[in-house]
Each structure stands twice: as structure tokens, then as C-alpha cells.
């Protein structure tokens, strides 16, 4: 990952969804030779300079202020989660001050969270880095992956699962959605650790292996992710239809725990009923967490 190219890229694509009609610019007077805006116009929204603002777009964060941030995420009409990555971006300029904490590990993480995970006994809930690796799970968050642990890969990650696991298409009834939204956060995560080395040798193999991943992780796409509603075809309890929440751990950076719940009385509630007597018989647990033999 390219800090100056995932700027210019992701300013670019920003500018070209937005026309001149939208921003409040009527035509834009005559013929166009680029779609949206034009840098000009993005300068005279933001209230800077034209040689700033295309300084800015091609690339250079350095020194840039919060003030005028803001007011280049008002004038390309920037979502908070697009407005918090334009800053993630930025922040990549910024030498550290002094030596950043060292980061828990994953396994470290899962050992102190683990008896958390097991105490929520109703529900899948999992805990995942920034690269989408489930580093610990109670019994149905690995129940409602199991699919995920059916190879020799450990620990499961949700991004190779959707876009090089064939499996994945049928258990996502909407898999150009799960699709789209794991790239985004996968984005999110890249602005907010520019040199996390696992994060991008998983961009690097994924753009690699699957034009999927490729075409959207081109688009710079971001997204926040922590709550709404998601439905999955699991293959031995059929639909399930699950609300979903999501919380950082402050005190392990780089970790969020995910729980889903499903609506009391509802059938995905017996369904996972079903999923913890079935998980219970096929020790999913003990094939989640075991250490592959040696090919």
C-alpha cells in the first residue's frame, strides 16, 4: 500500500462522483472533459487555493491542518466513515512523536478475552484483528463459521473465505453485499495502519487471486461497521437472519469483538438452538482451534 496513491486515488474518486448540479455549481458551464467536479471547483468549495488543493489530491498530506480537512471532506460531501479515512490518510504524513505502544497480539488478546466470549452462551460472538482474522470465538461464532475451518488455514479469515472460498457464495445470500462491505472495511483498516505488514500482504494476495477483490478495493470504498443486520444460509440449520454488533477493544488496539443476536421468538433464534446441539456433536471447537498436520 501507496499512502500518496491511496490519497491522490481515493481524493479522485471523490471528486468524480459529485456533479457540479449536486454541489451546488449549476452546469458547470460547457462541455466537461472529466466526470464530477473539477479540482478548481473542489478548491473554490473548500475555500483554498487551486495549486494547494491539486497538491493536496496528488498525493501530499504533509502539514495539511484539520481545518482544511474539513473542509475539503464538506466540499466532496465526504460520509463520517469517508471524512475519519481522509484523517486516517493524512495521519500516515505525521512523524510519531515518540515510540507507539506496542500492540497485544492476537493470541494474546484471545487468551485474556476467551472466559468474555464463553460467558455469551446464546448468541455467535467472535473477536477479529484488522485483518479480518478471527482470532478467538465462543462455540457458535465457530458454529456459524464452520465452514470457514473445513481447510487446513488457521486462523479462518472472513476475507479469503469470501473471495477464494467457493462455499462462500452460497452461505452469503447476498455475497456481492458481504463482498463489498468487507473491502470497505478492509479500507478503513489500511488508512488506520498504513504499515500493518500482515494487513498488506492479505491486500497483496487477495488483489493477486481474485479480480472481485481487485475491482473493489480500486473503487476506495469506505465503510463503518458497527451494527445493522445480516442473514447467512448455513448449511446444516438453513437461514439465519441475525442483527449484529460491534465493539473495539481499547485495551487490545487492533482487536473488535462481534456479537450476533437474533430477535427473541424469532425462527433464526431456534435455528441457533439447532447450531449449538449440532456444533456440540462435531466438536466444531476442537477443529476451529487445532493446529493443522504438516501436508
Known sequence: ?????????????????????????????????????????????????????????RGNL?????????????????????????????????????????KQSSASAAASLQYLLDAITGAPAFITNTRMDIVAANPLGFALYSDMYRGTVRPGNHSKFIFLDPRAQDFYPDWERAASVNVAILRRDAGRNPHDRGLTELVGELSVRSEEFR???????????????????????GLLELTYFVMELEDTPGHSMTVYPAAPGSSSEEGLKLLASWAATERITERATATPAPA
Open 1 to 57: 500500500m501507496d499512502p500518496q496513491a491511496d490519497v491522490r486515488e481515493f481524493l479522485a474518486s471523490r471528486r468524480a462522483r459529485i456533479t457540479p448540479e449536486q454541489a451546488g455549481l449549476g452546469s458547470g458551464g460547457g462541455r466537461r472533459r472529466v466526470p464530477g467536479l473539477r479540482r478548481d471547483e473542489v478548491a473554490r468549495l473548500a475555500g483554498v487555493s487551486v495549486d494547494y488543493y491539486t497538491r493536496l489530491e
Open 215 to 237: 475491482t473493489r478495493w480500486a473503487a476506495h470504498d469506505v465503510r463503518r461497521h458497527y451494527s445493522g443486520a445480516k442473514s447467512f444460509q448455513h448449511p446444516h440449520v
Open 62 to 102: 504533509s502539514g495539511v491542518s484539520d481545518s482544511v480537512l474539513d473542509a475539503i471532506a464538506r466540499a466532496l460531501e465526504l460520509t463520517r466513515a469517508e471524512h475519519d479515512h481522509l484523517f486516517d490518510l493524512a495521519r500516515a504524513f505525521v512523524p510519531p512523536r515518540r515510540s507507539a505502544p506496542k
